[in-house]
């Protein structure tokens, strides 16, 4: 796993001692991340270097090494990424300021009395009156967080917070993470649907294959309200939409070449689904696990094994969270590649490429947070009770057709991006109800 830390050095302010320093950081195999003078004493300069280097490091050897130059020492360092999570990432606020007894009258006891009335009377105000059609509960059991495996619901709420900020920041919904301490599929599917009524849609987030499949369509199935798991989905449309684009830039139709996903958990049984229903004729799936491989070929894909879905594949997608499977020797010249387990890829983009991949790509790049913020927003406004496989490929195409030079997708913090999606959600969801009529 990569850290990024911050080290605050104390060196003399004279030629070549910070270089010294940098030397000592770089033959270590660390990265340098940012350089900042931060302070200047009166013989000496405090600077603030941003590295980022592989967990197995012995940090404490770098720490002895640069003390060891004359007049040179470590003043202090600091974790940048558990600094941004101290307090928590996201908090409740009021839309209304409550400053008289007027207003606290109104949108509390007793005015509140009458909203409510109106709501039993006539339920679909709830959606005009409250806040529910721009929330989503956002639900996990941890069972599969990231690529770290079941760490349990309380270590994963970190994550849970972040797709909540990220709703907030990118299209102004709110998410509010739900841990489940349970892990049979029929309760966690009962508790769900019990506490549907206080959300606008249900995102379902890091529960693992396969009790995530039986929990999304039996939620869909007693639901009114789009469910959505992210896992399967929102890596798909990414990966669908990066493809879309690399394609198009070589000049292939992606429906007309072999496509190969290594690992069929829930994120590879997602892209398998929704190539299929693009169109992709031939996909194969590689995986030890044989039900999966049975799921596969029900749906219509090819089950195979590792070494024959990476001689057969033009293109290959891995989301297996094995660091490392992919070996530089099983890479074919003009392959795509695209190592999606986070934090660390089945192989690395630059070894990919070094071994005739016309393209390669990690999850750090095509990041399934493209996807879920334009797609909660326009399906909460569209007002629809489902999530449809026309909208996921609409949201790809317009993924794609925003990618600019080299880049396969938009930046994820592109929230023109976001609002574009959201706009084709909106449009997709008008346009089957208008087919209906």
């Known amino acids: 796993m990569k850290i990024v830390e911050i080290l605050l050095v104390e060196a003399p302010h004279q030629p070549g001692n910070m270089a010294k320093v940098l030397t000592i950081v770089g033959d270590m195999g660390i990265t340098v991340e940012g350089l900042n003078a931060v302070r200047r004493l009166y013989r000496d300069t405090i600077w603030e270097i941003t590295i980022e280097y ?25 974790d940048r990424v558990f600094n941004r999570h101290k307090g928590g990432k996201i908090k409740t606020q009021s839309s209304i300021e409550i400053n008289s007894l007027e207003v606290l009258r109104d949108v509390y006891t007793p005015g509140v009395a009458r909203v409510c009335e109106a709501i039993k009377k006539s339920p679909e105000k709830i959606k005009e009156y409250t806040n529910i059609q721009n929330t989503v509960a956002i639900v996990t059991d941890g069972t599969a967080i990231l690529g770290l495996g079941d760490i349990g619901p309380e270590a994963g709420l970190p994550v849970m917070e972040g797709k909540a900020a990220i709703l907030s920041e990118l299209v102004g919904v709110s998410g509010v993470p739900i841990l489940l301490k349970e892990k049979d599929p029929l309760r966690i599917i009962e508790t769900v649907e019990a506490i549907s009524p206080s959300f606008g849609a249900i995102l379902l987030e890091d529960i693992k294959a396969p009790e995530c499949f039986k929990i999304e369509e039996e939620l869909i199935s007693r639901i009114s309200k789009p469910v959505f798991h992210d896992d399967q989905h929102g890596t798909a449309i990414v990966v669908l939409a990066a493809l879309l684009t690399a394609t198009k830039r070589v000049g292939v139709c992606i429906k007309d070449k072999v496509f190969g996903q290594i690992g069929l958990g829930a994120a590879g049984m997602g892209i398998c689904n929704l190539l299929l229903d693009y169109g992709v004729k031939e996909v194969l799936g590689a995986d030890i696990n044989e039900d999966a491989k049975k799921k596969l070929r029900g749906q219509g894909g090819t089950p195979v094994s590792l070494d024959e879905l990476m001689q057969q594949a033009d293109i290959v997608v891995a989301t297996t969270g094995v ?14 590649i695209m190592a999606l387990t986070n934090p660390d890829p089945e192989i690395e983009p630059e070894i990919a490429l070094e071994q005739g991949a016309i393209f390669a790509t990690d999850g750090k790049t095509v990041n399934n947070m493209l996807a879920f913020p334009g797609l909660f927003r326009g399906a909460l406004d569209a007002g629809v009770s489902e999530i449809t496989h026309q909208m996921k490929i609409a949201v790809a195409e317009t993924l794609s057709a925003l990618a600019k030079e080299d880049a396969l997708v938009p930046s994820a913090l592109n929230k023109e991006a976001h609002q574009a999606v959201s706009e084709a959600v909106y449009q997709c969801a008008v346009d089957v109800v208008g087919k209906k009529h």
């Open 54 to 78: 592989d967990d197995s490091l012995n940090m404490q050897l770098l720490v002895d090494k640069i003390n060891e130059l004359p007049e040179t020492k470590i003043v202090g360092k600091s």
């Open 323 to 336: 660091k490392g499977l992919i070996k530089p020797e099983m890479v074919r010249e003009g392959q795509i």
